[in-house]
């Protein structure tokens, strides 16, 4: 196996595409039957640290290099010289070229490796413990190129993005009870509890969950100085209620569920917001929660604004992220005497503590709930 077979509704995400390892090493098969891989995300230090600081024009572009090039190509060229004699467009082509020089982009489509052999898995352990020592290593399981209702096997950059958020505002998330709604992989939960005293990381399906477990004990080394927890729990958008079937993996205990009230304080997401009626289901869920809580929660969402060219619009545009911002809206408009909502988009200038391409199309959003008598 070598290469990745897509069908019509396979999503890949670019985290994946653009892993400094671009040869991914494939360690087991699924109860589904998708190949599952193990990445390494470093968390850089000091001097190795990207400054978004400064406001950067190329942003976006310089490790995009392949849409820029193509921008600069049309502006140069007059539109006449590309004209045949009947007046049809006479396109040519630009010659492919394997060269990846200066875009940062490592390879476009990632190799995969079958684990097989037992020097390979001896190889792995070793690795392991070596990486036990290193407390700026994350070990993820994943898979890659899934169908959509599996998106969550992945890992997207609005989690990375998240992930330097909070670790760019240490202070802020210090000792906090933090509630995790779409967590996936549980990558974000699981830098949020190297800071954080109890992260509940939250998603839907038994598949998902029993992955994003077996990456916080793959990380468990991060959290253990602190002594913080992560406690991955199911929570559908979809459900009006926490489920505590005993019987059920990932259900709620009482004490649990009365903590999420009493002590959240930060509800984050990630890369939450693609599909209308999730999105819809996830706004509601926001809502159920902070309604019922007796304290200010403060909610950080990160989107990545994915643009589509669609022939109903004869346009670029991104009809997920318009409803995104439509429920944004909504939230704040609301006057119900429960709680009020507070939303303010934050500047995604914050330093990079992993590797990915930080777009300009990554955005992050605070929204702030008070209850009304506070
Ligand atoms: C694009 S993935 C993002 C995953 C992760 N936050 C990241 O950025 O890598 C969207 C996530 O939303 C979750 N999701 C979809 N429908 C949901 C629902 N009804 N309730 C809770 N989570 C849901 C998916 O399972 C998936 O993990």
């Keep these: 196996m070598d290469q990745i077979t897509f069908h019509h509704d396979t999503v890949l995400s670019d985290v994946h595409m653009l892993l400094p390892n671009a040869c991914h090493l494939m360690t087991y098969l699924n109860r589904v039957g998708q190949p599952v891989f193990i990445s390494k995300f470093k968390i850089l230090s000091g001097a190795e640290r990207l400054d978004n600081s400064e406001p950067n024009e190329d942003r976006g572009q310089d490790t995009n290099a392949t849409q820029g090039e193509v921008k600069k190509e049309v502006g140069a060229v007059n539109v006449d010289t590309l004209l045949d004699e009947d007046g049809d467009l006479d396109v040519t082509h630009r010659p492919r070229t394997m060269s990846t020089e200066g875009s940062g982009r490592a390879l476009v489509c990632p190799i995969i490796l079958q684990q097989s052999s037992p020097e390979l898995e001896e190889e792995d352990n070793t690795d392991d413990e070596a990486d036990k020592c290193f407390k700026d290593i994350i070990k993820i399981e994943h898979t890659m190129a899934t169908p959509l209702e599996d998106v969550g096997k992945q890992v997207w950059r609005g989690a990375l993005l998240l992930a330097d958020f909070i670790l760019s505002e240490q202070l802020m998330f210090r000792g906090a009870t933090v509630l995790e709604l779409g ?181 992050l959003w605070k929204l702030t709930a008070t209850p009304t008598s506070f």
């Design 183 to 363: 967590a996936g992989t549980g990558l974000t939960s699981i830098i949020m509890a190297t800071i954080a005293k109890m992260v509940y990381c939250t998603d839907v399906g038994e598949d998902l969950l029993s992955m994003c477990r077996r990456n916080v004990a793959l990380n468990r080394h991060m959290m253990e100085p602190g002594g913080s927890e992560v406690r991955v729990k199911q929570l559908d958008w979809l459900r009006h209620d926490f489920c505590t079937d005993a019987d059920m993996e990932f259900s709620w205990k009482e004490e649990e569920i009365a903590d999420i009230y009493d002590n959240t304080s930060f509800i984050i997401a990630a890369d939450v917001c693609y599909d209308d009626d999730l999105t819809d289901g996830f706004f509601r869920t926001l809502y159920q929660l902070c309604s019922n809580f007796t304290h200010t929660c403060t909610i950080f969402i990160s989107i990545e604004k994915r643009m589509n060219f669609t022939l109903r619009h004869m346009d670029v545009s991104c009809d997920a992220y318009d409803h995104f911002c439509h429920c944004l809206s909504q939230l704040q408009e609301l006057v119900d005497g429960r709680c009020s909502f507070q939303v303010e988009q934050l500047p995604s200038n914050f330093e990079q503590f992993l590797l990915y391409e930080r777009i300009e199309q990554l955005e």
